[in-house]
């Protein structure tokens, strides 16, 4: 699987806006973006995933480069529950011939919501 | 609660006593997986199941770990002679495992907190 690069950590103001970052440039053309956060005592919670094409979901938006080697998600009214560690992780479809080992996590990012 | 459930949540031994955790998923998913997390690090996959089949280990899963899922629902994780760096949280997860031509998502527990004196 592709390796990913993440900030460390970030902040941003409760009700604004959460751009999260997240650099693939090794990616290829069969591996998704997938985005998980992982709230303190709880275990990693799905968020969203792409191939190509923007995505959106109840929780967030996910949005991929053209050239696919970068993403960003993107927490449209950050609130101080979203403070948490956001992993980006790419990886073969499960049923595109990648096998079905798991996913691998990196270190994250540590968002911080500030009040 | 129809999430992933994981006991017991602390487990506290001493340095080469045997652990067993267990992990229920959620009731229709055909996968479960088990994680090791340590301070600081992500999660590291350790090994996953389809339906009952032990289908993937990693080089982290030494001798001293084993996994069961013996009718394809719960699953266990022993650690024999445990060692200090056995010390981390234990996650589990699940999925459903049967679509074809799409992407999965996983569904994890909170984890079993193990300590070793």
């Known amino acids: 699987d592709a390796k990913t690069t993440q900030p460390p950590s970030m902040d941003c103001a409760e009700g604004r806006a959460a751009n999260l970052p997240c650099n693939h440039s090794?990616?290829?053309?069969?591996?998704?973006v997938y985005w998980y956060r992982q709230i303190h005592s709880q275990g990693p919670q799905y968020i969203i995933h792409?191939?190509?094409n923007n995505e959106t979901n109840e929780m967030a938006s996910l949005i991929i480069t053209e050239d696919r080697k970068s993403s960003t998600l993107i927490l449209p009214h950050a609130t101080l529950r979203d403070t948490a560690v956001y992993y980006c992780?790419?990886?073969?479809?499960?049923?595109?011939?990648?096998?079905?080992?798991?996913?691998?996590f990196g270190k994250g990012t540590h968002l911080i919501i500030q009040p | 609660d129809t999430g992933v459930s994981q006991n017991p949540r602390h487990k506290i031994t001493k340095r080469g006593q045997n652990v067993t955790f267990r992990c229920d998923p959620i009731?229709?998913?055909?996968?479960l997986y088990w994680y090791r997390q340590t301070l600081g690090q992500g999660p590291e996959f350790l090994t996953y199941?389809?339906?009952?089949?032990?289908?993937?280990k990693s080089r982290l899963l030494s001798d001293r770990f084993s996994a069961e899922r013996p009718k394809g629902s719960f699953s266990t994780l022993e650690i024999q002679r445990t060692e200090q760096g056995d010390s981390a949280m234990y996650l589990c997860?699940?999925?459903?495992?049967?679509?074809?031509?799409?992407?999965?998502?996983?569904?994890f527990g909170s984890g079993t907190q193990l300590s070793v004196l």
């Open positions: 199941f389809q339906n009952e089949a032990q289908l993937e």
């Open positions: 997860a699940s999925s459903l495992g049967q679509e074809m031509g799409t992407n999965e998502k996983l569904f």
């Open positions: 792409g191939l190509k």
């Open positions: 090794t990616i290829s053309g069969n591996e998704y």
């Open positions: 992780i790419v990886r073969v479809g499960m049923y595109s011939g990648g096998g079905a080992d798991g996913l691998t």
């Open positions: 009731s229709e998913h055909n996968r």
